[in-house]
């Protein structure tokens, strides 16, 4: 029997990536974002022959995986399926939805990290000098570089020294260095990346903060400092959790009923809401 290593959702439909590297996808899929043009419920993805899934992320309604070659062991190709009237699948031939995963290689080397947001994604490998690729809809500079039409393959404008780890929100998109600095580009209406009202959407910009952990949600963003939860950006539903309905640039701390900073270990975030985990 085949364990879960992790679990992906769009906006109407779930998958999940096992430990044997297959990826089983349910829920709707009017735009193929199930990977099969079948009705029956948890239908297997069909990856690529000689491949398996080594990473797993979903935006609204596309998934994209990486995988690892079963000859070599590299981890270095892509394969997206779903909706692709925005390049989401990062597919030069086209912009049909697909049910059979399109691959693509993004030239990054060993790719360890990867990260879709509404209608994009971006994936971090070993490669010196082009660590970092972005592909899919670009209208609000999600994509690191500025604003255009959709873009399959392209290198954000970010520094890539010391990147350990890839977030992506609806719209916006971080990384975080080894030493906990943040960086992060794309829509910024609602302060969810904290840049100045006069940068140009697709500019980066670095959080003077450290961050242990973040987490991007539609339109707001939240980081973990020593256990302490600190969220800004749009708060019209209560997501920065601070009791308000305002939004904020400054981060606000998760704070209990006694007054004091509640703490946790690990954080996620869905559209308008967050939940963190003490574990």
Sequence with gaps: ???????AGGLKHTCVLTDLGDVFCWGANDRLQRGTVLAEDQPKVTL?????????????????????DKST???GTIACWGANDLLQLNNNNGMADSATPLTSNPNLGAI????????FCCALG????????????????????DISP??????????????????????????????????????NRYDQIRAPVSDAYGAVHDLTEAFDSIALGLHHSCGIRGQEVHCWGRNQAGQLG??????????????GSSGSALLFDDLASGGYHSCAVDR
């Excluded at 360890?112 to 209608?119: D, H, K, Q, V």
């Excluded at 070993?126 to 570089?145: E, F, I």
């Design 48 to 68: 690529p022959a000689n491949t398996r899934a080594k990473a797993l992320a979903c935006g609204i309604e596309h998934c994209c995986a990486a995988l690892e």
């Design 73 to 75: 062991g590299l981890v």
């Design 242 to 255: 601070n009791g308000v309905a305002h939004r904020r640039a400054t981060p606000q701390i998760l704070m």
């Design 126 to 145: 070993s490669a010196a000098g082009n660590r970092l690729a972005c592909w899919g809809d670009n209208m609000v500079g999600q994509l690191g570089v």
């Design 112 to 119: 360890s990290r990867l990260a879709c947001g509404g209608n």
């Design 150 to 187: 959709s873009r399959t393959t392209i290198q954000p404008k970010v520094d890539t020294t010391g990147v350990v780890e890839l977030y992506a929100g609806g719209a916006h998109a971080c990384v975080r260095r080894q030493s906990g600095k943040i960086s992060c580009w794309g829509f």
């Design 1 to 7: 029997q085949q364990r879960a290593l992790s679990v």
